[in-house]
């Protein structure tokens, strides 16, 4: 009995210290950052995203209303039943004769009961059939509306993600800057307690770093800011940590490799693929405008059980009476004043009006791609440029350090020579931030920024 009750302590024991372990790890995991790269951060933001959801949900009511019209070619089918009590009976006179006065005679009963089924369904229905075939459009409608969804989110998430990478590059450039001008402040303080430098060099070092603590807190405010944003592109709280992958540095391989393969046709642009299954559905709204020539034909039936006494008695069956129809139907229009013929000119009008749009909206395009090709030659240009003058900036802040520390340079050439490698560093992350977002915006405008 012992080792019985030794061995169930013992499993409690256990089962209490795991579910102590399982609510640590729990509670380590829920303030663990999480950690996003562009690709994940895209993929999250394409299945949590409510704009995305709502196209998606669009796309399940389309299925449904084209299962909708497809039911209408199958038999509708309905059972009804009705009672009626007569109140007062309505009488006829009849006079026969060698009659002097009309005699009156009393007619129908007093409960009156029916109860049947009726079907319809129709034969021949042009309109019908092309209403199906719009159903279908419609469909292809929705997938491409959800499709432009998901590439407007995919290119507002790159460009969150890349301006919250730019922020934080930002913060480390402000940073090191920071540390530069603090490991000079030491150096002069150190040199002026030695009496070998004026006050004056303490004074400029000490200003130099004053300067630089309101530029850095305000980069570190604008990288909180920015990954806020792209919390909320992502249909998370925005305060929810998160830790990104990856650096801007890691994009400056792609300005010159997505310089050579970006692709600037707008054949599969959104807009223009939603502009011609418009047309598609036009011309389909047309074809049914004149379907409304044409006749249609038919099918209806019915099965009836009446019953009629003036009292109520079910068990007698002679009094139930059926009765059965079977009807065909012909339509065939004649004359409407002019309601279906200016309909067609109606939807005439409507094609020629979309007509002009994608027009408008094809040279719209190709001008938003010309702006885009020019603004990457451009980052291209600035970031060879940056990258050079980096380089410069870099050595001539050690050459100046050097310079002072041996006496021959002054700490305004060192200040001077740390404002420029800032500028430079800057100059280049922007330029790379430049051209990536103008490269999304080509993808978005090609359709091609989808995650494959």
Same mark, same amino acid.
């Given at each position: 009995?012992?080792?019985?009750?030794? *061995?169930?302590?013992?499993?409690?024991? *256990?089962?209490?210290?795991?579910?102590?372990?399982?609510?640590?790890?729990?509670?380590?995991?829920?303030?663990?950052?999480?950690?996003?790269? $562009?690709?994940?951060?895209?993929?999250?933001?394409?299945?949590?995203?409510?704009? &995305?959801? &709502?196209?998606? &949900?669009?796309?399940?009511?389309?299925?449904?209303?084209?299962?909708?019209?497809?039911?209408?070619?199958?038999?509708?089918?309905?059972?009804?039943?009705?009672?009626?009590?007569? %109140?007062?009976?309505?009488? $006829?006179?009849?006079?026969?004769?060698?009659?002097?006065?009309?005699?009156?005679?009393?007619?129908?009963?007093?409960?009156?009961?029916?109860?049947?089924?009726?079907?319809?369904?129709?034969?021949?229905?042009?309109?019908? #059939?092309?209403?199906?075939?719009?159903?279908?459009?419609?469909?292809?409608?929705?997938?491409?509306?959800?499709?432009? @969804?998901?590439?407007?989110?995919?290119?507002?998430?790159?460009?969150?993600?890349?301006?919250?990478?730019?922020? =934080?590059?930002?913060?480390?450039?402000?940073?090191?800057?920071?540390?530069?001008?603090?490991?000079?402040?030491?150096?002069?303080? =150190?040199?002026?307690?030695?009496?070998?430098?004026?006050?004056?060099? +303490?004074?400029?070092?000490?200003?130099?770093?004053?300067?630089?603590?309101?530029?850095?807190?305000?980069?570190?405010?604008?990288?909180?800011?920015?990954?806020?944003? /792209? *919390?909320?592109?992502?249909?998370?709280?925005?305060?929810?940590?998160?830790?990104?992958?990856? @650096?801007?540095?890691?994009?400056?391989?792609?300005?010159?490799?997505?310089?050579?393969?970006?692709?600037?046709?707008?054949?599969?642009?959104?807009?223009? +693929?939603? /502009?011609?299954?418009?047309?598609?559905?036009?011309?389909?709204?047309?074809? %049914?405008?004149?379907?409304?020539?044409?006749?249609?034909?038919?099918?209806?039936?019915?099965?009836?059980?009446?019953?009629?006494?003036?009292?109520?008695?079910?068990?007698? @069956?002679?009094? #139930?009476?059926?009765?059965?129809?079977?009807?065909?139907?012909?339509? %065939?229009?004649?004359? @409407?004043?002019?309601?279906?013929?200016?309909?067609?000119?109606?939807?005439?009008?409507?094609?020629? $009006?979309?007509?002009?749009?994608?027009?408008?909206? +094809?040279?719209? /395009?190709?001008?938003?791609?010309?702006?885009? %090709?020019?603004?990457?030659?451009?980052? &291209?240009?600035?970031?060879?440029?940056?990258?050079?003058?980096?380089?410069?900036?870099?050595?001539?802040?050690?050459?100046?350090?050097?310079?002072?520390?041996?006496?021959?340079?002054?700490?305004?050439?060192?200040?001077?020579?740390?404002?420029?490698?800032?500028?430079?560093?800057?100059? *280049?992350?922007?330029?790379?931030?430049?051209?990536?977002?103008?490269?999304?915006?080509?993808?978005?405008?090609?359709?091609?920024?989808?995650?494959?």
């Amino acid at each position: 009995m012992k080792k019985i009750i030794s *061995c169930a302590g013992l499993i409690l024991a *256990c089962l209490f210290t795991t579910g102590i372990a399982e609510k640590a790890i729990a509670q380590t995991d829920s303030t663990k950052p999480l950690s996003l790269d $562009m690709n994940t951060a895209i993929r999250i933001a394409l299945s949590d995203n409510p704009t &995305v959801k &709502v196209a998606d &949900v669009q796309i399940e009511k389309q299925k449904y209303a084209n299962r909708a019209t497809i039911g209408n070619l199958f038999p509708t089918i309905d059972a009804s039943s009705s009672y009626t009590y007569t %109140i007062k009976k309505p009488v $006829m006179f009849l006079q026969m004769p060698g009659m002097d006065k009309p005699k009156g005679i009393s007619m129908g009963v007093s409960h009156n009961i029916q109860a049947g089924i009726t079907a319809s369904m129709p034969l021949v229905s042009p309109m019908l #059939w092309e209403s199906i075939s719009i159903g279908n459009t419609q469909m292809a409608a929705s997938l491409e509306k959800a499709r432009g @969804s998901k590439i407007d989110m995919a290119a507002e998430v790159k460009k969150a993600y890349l301006s919250a990478l730019l922020a =934080q590059k930002s913060v480390d450039v402000f940073k090191a800057s920071y540390e530069n001008a603090k490991t000079n402040y030491r150096n002069v303080e =150190q040199k002026y307690k030695q009496g070998v430098i004026a006050e004056f060099d +303490r004074l400029r070092a000490e200003v130099q770093v004053q300067n630089l603590e309101p530029n850095l807190l305000q980069a570190e405010n604008g990288a909180s800011l920015a990954k806020k944003r /792209l *919390c909320v592109l992502l249909a998370l709280d925005p305060n929810t940590p998160i830790e990104l992958t990856e @650096s801007l540095d890691d994009y400056d391989q792609n300005v010159y490799a997505g310089y050579l393969k970006a692709d600037t046709t707008i054949d599969n642009n959104s807009s223009l +693929r939603m /502009l011609s299954i418009q047309d598609t559905l036009l011309n389909k709204a047309k074809k %049914i405008k004149k379907f409304e020539y044409l006749p249609t034909l038919s099918l209806s039936g019915n099965y009836n059980y009446s019953y009629m006494n003036n009292k109520i008695d079910f068990s007698d @069956s002679k009094l #139930w009476t059926p009765s059965s129809s079977l009807m065909f139907r012909l339509s %065939i229009p004649i004359f @409407s004043g002019g309601k279906r013929y200016y309909g067609v000119k109606q939807a005439n009008t409507d094609i020629t $009006m979309l007509k002009l749009q994608e027009g408008d909206a +094809r040279r719209n /395009l190709s001008l938003a791609m010309q702006q885009q %090709i020019d603004l990457m030659n451009t980052a &291209v240009k600035s970031y060879s440029a940056a990258k050079e003058a980096e380089k410069s900036a870099q050595k001539g802040y050690e050459i100046a350090r050097a310079r002072y520390e041996n006496g021959a340079g002054t700490i305004l050439e060192v200040n001077d020579a740390d404002v420029q490698l800032l500028q430079a560093r800057l100059n *280049c992350s922007q330029a790379v931030y430049n051209f990536m977002v103008s490269l999304f915006a080509i993808e978005q405008l090609s359709g091609n920024n989808l995650p494959q």
